[in-house]
């Protein structure tokens, strides 16, 4: 399997603030790496796909970037409505995995 | 507009066999790239990616999980099943299935609501 490891596992941050989550993975996956925000009670949902393209519907206060084995998701200004927890997921191998998940919080 | 849902019982016993059916509309599974796939969350953890089914019917299977799931399609009804045998308490989770898009770095681009399932004698 290709393991997926996030970090950090947790974050406090302020509401206008610049937040950075990481993501990588044990071997090479190119660009095939895709991000989701998961609210309590809630489905996840699709924000970044292909490491750094933004899904339809998603603010641009999200981007993602990285290739191979390291990526990373940013907001530029965090605002209230993204607390939550953050998923990255692998789609290069057909066994797909995800990452053990980013708790953001309101400091 | 595509949408998933997910139905199934909410209590199992332990060493039964579960079966969750995935109700969906607003796309094909004969659509070329086109697959459902099964997606788990225990009480306060982490996604767990568990099966993949596509439209040429070409299934895919979390290693850790391969011997116990099964995941069939019925394209007439629209409707993608996952069966799971010998059940435990430990497999007590929300249960997601999700549309895979045919490009977009086949990526989960749609979830259904989900439907939580308890394991207990």
């Known amino acids: 399997d290709i393991q997926m490891t996030q970090s950090p596992f947790s974050l406090s941050a302020s509401v206008g603030d610049r937040v950075t989550i990481t993501c990588r993975a044990s071997q090479g996956i190119t660009t095939y790496l895709n991000w989701y925000q998961q609210k309590p009670g809630k489905a996840p949902n699709l924000l970044i796909y292909g490491a750094s393209s933004l899904q339809s519907g998603v603010p641009s206060r999200f981007s993602g970037s990285g290739s191979g084995t390291d990526f990373t998701l940013t907001i530029s200004s965090v605002q209230p409505e993204d607390f939550a927890t953050y998923y990255c997921?692998?789609?290069?191998?057909?066994?797909?995995?995800f990452g053990q998940g980013t708790k953001l919080e309101i400091k | 507009q595509i949408t998933l849902k997910e139905s199934g019982p909410s209590l199992v016993k332990p060493t039964q066999t579960l079966t969750l059916t995935c109700t969906f509309s607003?796309?094909?599974?004969?659509?070329?790239?086109?697959?459902v796939g099964w997606i788990r969350q225990p009480p306060g953890e982490a996604l767990e990616w568990l099966a993949l089914i596509y439209w040429d019917d070409d299934k895919r299977y979390s290693p850790s999980l391969r011997s116990r799931l099964t995941i069939t399609k019925d394209t007439s009804k629209n409707q993608v099943v996952l069966t799971m045998t010998n059940v435990d308490p430990v497999d007590t989770a929300t249960y997601y299935c999700?549309?895979?898009?045919?490009?977009?770095?086949?990526?989960?681009?749609?979830w259904g609501q989900g439907t939580m399932v308890t394991v207990s004698s």
């Open positions: 607003g796309f094909s599974l004969i659509t070329n790239g086109v697959g």
């Open positions: 997921q692998q789609s290069y191998s057909s066994l797909y995995t």
């Open positions: 999700a549309h895979r898009h045919p490009s977009h770095s086949s990526t989960f681009d749609i």
